[in-house]
């Protein structure tokens, strides 16, 4: 006979606002609960209903990986980037980026080993406090359809381009009403998102296969462009008109910290954990391969666009398309470029969006943001609600926002992120973490990565500043070191229980949170004041509903274990172990 299904609490607006003034209170108790890596992976995903699908491989997250990287980067931030920044070493700065973007690409893969759900950057950061997830969950999905909305609107430029129109703009409608950056509305960007949110709609795995035919031909184009450039290229463009580094080291580097949002990719291929066959083998396959091979491709683009045509000459829309058209006199190959262009832009965009329907899902589960984006489709197993949420929002940024506005403040986030993912590992390998007293003090840890992001900043501050800077670098470069050499010595480190961890630690994960801090300097003071308002909205967001959402659904819902258990005991069946309270850490 089956069991009466015992009614959940419902959770309503109104509920929240009788409930603000207890706001202190849930706040205090909530932002430094800890989840552990067992609830992640049983108590909260089996809130979504269905569960998602396993069919995908370790060449699946290959190559959805290098999919999710390749368009978004080399496209849409090489030809600006080398024309306004780094000049003919923007190939420097990719390296650069790509350094410190493989150092977190280990932190995700331990975590991503160990607890293989969907929520990505979101899940690894709960495991330490709630509020640091929420943090980190609401950045990154800022800069995924923020970076989805400019890498769609690269899309028509190209697809211009395709079709023989010289003007990469041309296929915008200017409006003059609205204020300048917001005023070309892209209506090809919007039918772009909107048919992927389609077929992302219907399944997982058939996207996926649709992804890998597109990653490998796109792989062959880019071998077909390098060619071409470096075959009609001379190397005095890499030194001519002001050498290879005409805006010098600081240029470089500015760089990097512009085209560290080309790497934004590599985190999507985390969110399909709860997708694959054999996490364990295919997550570290599939993250740390796919960056790889893109930062390999990255730089052969650059270099090979910058040999092709003088850095000052190269123009900031598709720039590849337009130099073969205007230097070298391949109109077809201008048109060809458009067209490959074109299609890694949607491989692109296919897998990133893939991967921020699965982190609003995620969150959703954690009931931060409302539950009905939690859900799956039984059928298709995938995150539909959140699926066409965020396509309609991409969409939306699409139409009116300029490039130039989102692409930096991107790169923000997406660092901020990393550096956080960085921090979380290297506090989940010092401090112990469990119930009978197995508690370690977290205090140590916590000043290592105090005095660690202290020395970082110094650092970067000695660097940006004019007058005397050199000794500043050696001081708080040799004071990250120094600090790093005796934390490492002096705290017991847990062993690590995932199957695969990052080596060498806790240097790896420290250097990531060096270059994170690094590279967010080189970024402009108004991208800067964008993101702290954003940061100020989603903070009281989180105070206002997620507080009391999550309060309701994870403490309240322990008054009702005796009733559900009693009602399953009435027909005969056994009562299931309460759900464990959650604890809460601080320092």
Not at 21 to 44: A, K, Y
Request: one cysteine or more.
């Amino acid at each position: 006979m089956a069991t009466a299904p015992v009614a959940r609490p419902h959770l309503s607006f109104s509920t929240i606002l009788r409930s603000l003034s207890q706001t202190p209170h849930r706040l205090r108790r909530r932002m430094f609960v800890t989840w552990s890596p067992d609830q992640e992976l049983n108590q909260v995903r089996q809130r979504s209903g269905a569960d998602m699908k396993r069919k995908l491989e370790w060449y699946d997250l290959v190559a959805l990986g290098v999919a999710g990287m390749l368009g978004a980067g080399v496209f849409v931030t090489t030809g600006r980037v080398a024309h306004k920044v780094s000049g003919p070493a923007v190939f420097v700065s990719y390296i650069v980026a790509g350094v410190s973007a493989l150092l977190s690409s280990m932190c995700y893969t331990e975590f991503s080993v160990e607890m293989p759900v969907a929520g990505g950057a979101f899940s690894y950061l709960r495991v330490t406090f709630e509020f640091v997830g929420y943090f980190g969950g609401a950045n990154i999905l800022m800069e995924y359809v923020l970076s989805n909305a400019a890498v769609a609107r690269t899309f028509t430029e190209y697809l211009s381009q395709a079709f023989g129109v010289d003007d990469p703009k041309s296929w915008r409608v200017e409006v003059d009403g609205l204020a300048k950056g917001y005023n070309a509305l892209d209506f090809p960007a919007v039918a772009l998102i909107l048919l992927i949110t389609l077929c992302l709609c219907h399944s997982t795995k058939e996207s996926s296969i649709v992804n890998v035919v597109m990653t490998v031909f796109h792989v062959i184009f880019f071998g077909v462009v390098i060619v071409a450039c470096f075959a009609n290229g001379n190397p005095k463009n890499l030194v001519k008109p002001r050498g290879l580094a005409p805006f010098g080291a600081r240029g470089v580097l500015d760089g990097a910290g512009i085209v560290y949002v080309s790497y934004i990719g590599y985190d999507s291929v985390s969110t399909m954990a709860e997708e694959i066959r054999n996490p364990s083998k295919s997550l570290p396959i599939g993250i740390a391969g796919s960056v790889l091979i893109v930062s390999a491709l990255y730089c052969l683009m650059a270099l090979a666009l910058c040999s092709m045509i003088p850095y000052d000459e190269i123009l900031d829309d598709a720039s590849f398309s337009s130099a073969f058209k205007n230097m070298v006199g391949w109109r077809w190959m201008g048109n060809v470029v458009g067209v490959g262009a074109s299609l890694g832009i949607v491989a692109s965009l296919l897998v990133a969006m893939l991967g921020q329907a699965r982190y609003l899902c995620v969150v959703g589960r954690a009931r931060l943001v409302p539950f009905w984006l939690a859900k799956v489709h039984p059928s298709t197993g995938t995150p539909i609600n959140a699926t066409i949420f965020l396509g309609i929002c991409t969409a939306s940024i699409a139409l009116f926002a300029d490039l130039e506005i989102v692409i930096e403040m991107v790169s923000i986030g997406t660092l901020l992120v990393f550096y956080l993912v960085a921090g979380a590992l290297i506090y989940r390998r010092y401090v112990k973490l469990g119930g009978g007293g197995d508690i370690s003090s977290p205090r140590p840890t916590l000043l290592f990565l105090l005095l660690l992001t202290a020395t970082s900043i110094g650092f970067t501050l000695s660097w940006k500043l004019n007058g005397g800077y050199w000794w500043g670098l050696a001081m708080f470069g040799a004071a990250a070191i120094a600090i790093t050499g005796i934390f490492h010595r002096k705290v017991p480190r847990n062993r690590s229980t995932a199957e695969w961890s990052v080596p060498l630690m806790p240097w790896p994960a420290a250097a990531s949170i060096f270059l994170s801090v690094f590279l967010m300097a080189s970024i402009r003071k108004r991208a800067f004041l964008r993101f702290v308002l954003w940061s100020c909205f989603i903070t009281l967001f989180y105070a206002l509903y997620g507080v009391h959402s999550t309060f309701h659904a994870e403490e309240m819902e322990l008054e009702m274990e005796p009733e559900r258990g009693a009602s399953e005991s009435n027909h005969g069946e056994p009562s299931p172990p309460p759900q464990a309270k959650l604890e809460v850490q601080g320092p």
